[in-house]
């Protein structure tokens, strides 16, 4: 009773100090009720590393603020983590298939093994027997023959291994599609932005002829209200297009794994981009994709190591053949110099009955060979309309920028005519507004189509295959000099 009294009184003391719950680093660790957030440990509240944690080349770092589309590619590739898994999965894989590979090749272990024996004397005699014994040996195991079986793992080893690389190409075009979109997303931004800046200073102008028309009598209070308010709004969406600069800024800086804040920025001519017409056809894409791509080459890999596994598992319903051997040394008492002894066998396993478990066990591997294959065929479908998709939605984009170009040649020409006439007092203000929204909305088109251009042939030449590390497309374009983005 006096033990029932003690443990009670301990349970009792633990349950008032913290309901039974254990403290970490000297804080309850659990939450006191649902209610209340859980505070954390003094240790466990660190300073965030992130700003430092990034790398930045040293070649780079003099010009952080004015990286060209090969910098932001080259840092992005460097830093992302998805990269660097598949290099790790693709080192895995090459050691797991040197691993199978050395199936091939005997096992040979040694050993030594010492003992110390006491006992009497045999046949009564006086004394005690006593036997030292050193016994050092090799021994040796040797699969010879197993039907296929070591053959299908050291395939599907292998085949694995071309997977993990296929894969990590996959990853680099994935990664370097992804830099791409936020690099070019952030150039449009850039350009919108200016033009929009333009259009704040067109509606100043029309504010400005409004208010000395009016002066002078020539105009009503109800044009200065109009042209006031048309140069608000341009001020308000000049100030969403430049939060918005700023996002696809931190967006651009994320893709390169470093923090949204980073002080950097582009190169001013990384806008100097020519648009060109593409040359190749659908069909040869196709090819191309059909042969090189990376993603599809994997899934072909993996079916081939899927049907590797499947004759490894075959191979065990069949015999198998090993040959294991020991060579060794004796040393005792009764023998100071040494006695040599070896063994020598040759062993045929032959599996009789298991309940079925080998049987099921190679079935389940030929319908998971069946699958990859067929998932390899379902993944050959989606690579060709990935293909058709963004060819004819390049060919899309091309004939939208030449037309966005000769939309804003009309639209400026529209905005300067109708700024004349109003000077000249021949025009409305309606007028005058509505070509210069005409303008700026022509301005914006021909950054959308320019953006949708470059974002279109990144996503080509990823579903061709032919995206390589540096940003590279390896399509082939007839460019026109008339279409190169101007400098901001």
Avoid at 277 to 292: C, F, M, P, Y
Wanted: charged letters at 15%; aromatic letters at 6%.
């Amino acid at each position: 009773m006096k033990h029932v009294a003690v443990a009670a009184i301990i349970t009792a003391g633990l349950l008032a100090a913290g309901c039974g719950v254990p403290s970490v680093s000297g804080v309850p660790g659990a939450p006191p009720s649902p209610t209340r957030a859980w505070t954390p440990p003094r240790d466990r509240i660190r300073a965030d590393d992130s700003l430092t944690s990034a790398q930045v080349p040293p070649d780079l770092e003099g010009r952080i603020r004015a990286l060209t589309l090969s910098d932001v590619i080259s840092i992005g590739l460097a830093n992302n983590p998805a990269t660097r898994v598949s290099w790790a999965n693709a080192r895995a894989a090459a050691a797991t298939y040197g691993a199978a590979r050395a199936t091939w090749f005997p096992t040979i272990d040694g050993a030594v093994n010492a003992s110390r024996a006491q006992s009497p004397r045999p046949g009564g005699a006086a004394g005690i027997f006593k036997q030292d014994q050193l016994l050092p040996s090799l021994n040796l195991t040797w699969l010879l023959w197993d039907f296929g079986g070591r053959t299908g793992n050291v395939g599907a080893a292998r085949e694995t291994l071309i997977a993990t690389g296929f894969t990590h190409n996959a990853t680099l075009q994935s990664t370097v599609l992804a830099i791409e979109t936020a690099y070019f997303q952030y150039i449009a931004t850039r350009a919108l932005n200016s033009a929009q800046q333009q259009a704040v200073a067109e509606a100043d102008t029309n504010l400005a002829v409004a208010e000395e028309r009016h002066r002078v009598g020539l105009a009503t209070i109800a044009d200065v209200l109009q042209a006031r308010t048309a140069a608000s709004q341009a001020q308000l969406q000049g100030e969403i297009i430049e939060g918005n600069l700023q996002v696809t800024r931190g967006a651009l800086a994320t893709s390169l794994g470093f923090p949204a804040n980073l002080p950097f920025d582009l190169d001013s001519t990384a806008a100097e981009i020519p648009v060109g017409a593409l040359r190749d056809s659908v069909d040869a894409l196709i090819n191309v994709a059909l042969q090189g791509r990376p993603d599809l080459q994997a899934s072909r890999a993996l079916a081939a190591a899927a049907q590797a596994q499947f004759v490894r598992t075959r191979a065990g319903l069949l015999p198998s053949l090993q040959a294991t051997g020991t060579l060794g040394q004796t040393y005792s008492t009764s023998i100071p110099d040494g006695a040599s002894n070896y063994t020598i066998q040759l062993g045929l396993r032959i599996p009789l009955f298991d309940g079925g478990t080998r049987a099921y066990l190679t079935a389940a591997a030929g319908a998971t060979a069946d699958a990859a294959r067929e998932t390899t065929n379902g993944l050959r479908q989606q690579v060709i309309l990935d293909v058709f998709s963004a060819y004819y939605s390049l060919q899309s984009t091309t004939k939208q920028v030449h037309t966005a170009d000769d939309l804003l040649a009309s639209a400026t020409e529209s905005a300067e005519a109708a700024l004349g006439r109003y000077r000249a007092g021949v025009g409305t203000l309606l007028d005058l507004l509505t070509a210069e929204s005409a303008l700026a909305s022509a301005r914006a088109q021909r950054v959308q189509s320019r953006l949708n251009w470059n974002l279109a042939l990144a996503q080509l030449a990823r579903n061709a295959g032919v995206l390589d590390p540096t940003g590279g497309t390896g399509l082939h374009l007839v460019t026109d000099p008339s279409t190169t983005v101007p400098a901001r």
